[in-house]
């Protein structure tokens, strides 16, 4: 099983990126997968999440309105487009895959992890 995670970069504030978690050895469509994000010495924090079948999302308070996940009728990969971006969104991104429904936003109900991707906004 693997998770591939691509897409991190370097870019200004306001700009944006696209992160993409394609996943094998594993059903995707089956799995919930969300994005977390953390900064050195910081916690592993829940960023965006999307049901197995992509028809629920949720997002935490600080991306909603600029931040979609998604993923298309074949569900893999999952995508977070990040609009928007400033500063405070700097951070190793790693996204996450979960046997079910999906949206838990508790990193330790995660079975399979990506391998990270750095994302630096400048200002």
């Known amino acids: 099983v693997q998770l591939q995670a691509s897409g991190g970069g370097l870019v200004q504030t306001g700009g944006s990126l696209r992160l993409s978690c394609r996943a094998s050895?594993?059903?995707?469509?089956?799995?919930?997968v969300s994005w977390f994000r953390q900064t050195p010495g910081g916690e592993r924090l829940f960023v965006a999440g999307i049901s197995r079948a992509g028809g629920s999302t949720k997002y935490e308070d600080s991306v909603a309105g600029r931040f979609t996940i998604s993923r298309d009728i074949t569900l893999n990969p999952v995508v977070l487009q990040m609009n928007m971006l400033n500063p405070e969104d700097t951070a190793v991104y790693y996204c996450?895959?979960?046997?079910?429904?999906?949206?838990?936003?508790?990193?330790?109900?995660?079975?399979?992890w990506g391998q990270g991707t750095q994302v630096t906004v400048s200002s």
């Open positions: 050895g594993l059903t995707f469509g089956t799995y919930g």
């Open positions: 996450a895959a979960v046997k079910g429904f999906g949206l838990n936003s508790q990193w330790d109900d995660y079975e399979y």
